[in-house]
């Protein structure tokens, strides 16, 4: 079975200071990997993903995630954060051939200080 | 481009009362999804479709869940009766199709309050 972790609950950084989000997974195969952001009272909207090819995969507002196959991990990262990037963060695993059923992480909330 | 639509956004009802929710994908898309989200347990899938049809409900709690998709542009979750520990914010999802790269597309969810 997948499973995801995401072992930071919550992360405090400055406006401006670069951000990296942990994620690992357990997964027998090569997966499909997500990262995708909670705004409160809001959806789950896709930031990036990972099928296959560049282990560098870009994302919008700026994110980008890297894939390392050896450590198991999908850690998320951004340069310089700004104030409206605070929000609740998740990292998902989907099983090809498997309806594409989605694991989530258990999240990590960013909030961000002036 | 319209996304996933659920209605209503927020449900305050007492226990026992019966509680439906409801979905609109997006247009195109073939397969729907339905999760749970709480603090506790985080977000949960509990029922999917493809081409309105349930491929898998071993997510849905208990008998008191159901849901349904008449036609593709539909679907409904429904507990009866409902309990306290029911509440929770509860999302509907879409993709393109089963089986392929394609990402979920998540609705802004349904915060039901069992009173």
């Known amino acids: 079975a997948q499973s995801v972790t995401q072992p930071d609950i919550h992360i405090t950084v400055s406006e401006g200071a670069s951000l990296e989000l942990r994620c690992n997974y357990s997964?027998?195969?090569?997966?499909?990997l997500f990262w995708y952001v909670q705004s409160p009272g809001q959806g789950l909207q896709l930031l990036l993903k990972y099928f296959s090819g560049d282990t560098l995969v870009q994302g919008i507002k700026g994110f980008e995630a890297e894939f390392k196959r050896s450590q198991s991990s999908f850690n998320l990262r951004k340069p310089s954060v700004h104030w409206s990037d605070a929000a609740e963060y998740f990292c998902a695993v989907g099983a090809k051939n498997a309806g594409n059923m989605l694991t989530f992480g258990g999240g990590t909330r960013l909030m961000v200080k002036p | 481009d319209a996304g996933v639509i659920q209605s209503p956004r927020h449900e305050v009802t007492e226990m026992g009362q019966e509680v439906t929710l409801r979905c609109k994908p997006i247009?195109?898309?073939?397969?729907l999804f339905w999760y749970r989200q709480t603090m506790m347990r985080g977000l949960e899938l509990l029922i999917y479709?493809?081409?309105?049809?349930?491929?898998?409900d071993s997510g849905m709690p208990e008998d008191r869940f159901s849901a349904k998709m008449p036609n593709a542009s539909f679907s409904t979750l429904k507990i009866q009766p409902s309990e306290p520990r029911d509440s929770a914010v509860y999302f509907c999802?879409?993709?393109?199709?089963?089986?392929?790269?394609?990402?979920?597309?998540f609705g802004d969810g349904t915060r039901l309050s069992i009173l």
């Open positions: 247009s195109g898309h073939n397969s």
């Open positions: 999802a879409s993709s393109l199709e089963l089986d392929s790269n394609q990402p979920q597309h």
């Open positions: 997964y027998g195969a090569t997966p499909y």
């Open positions: 479709f493809n081409n309105n049809v349930p491929i898998d």
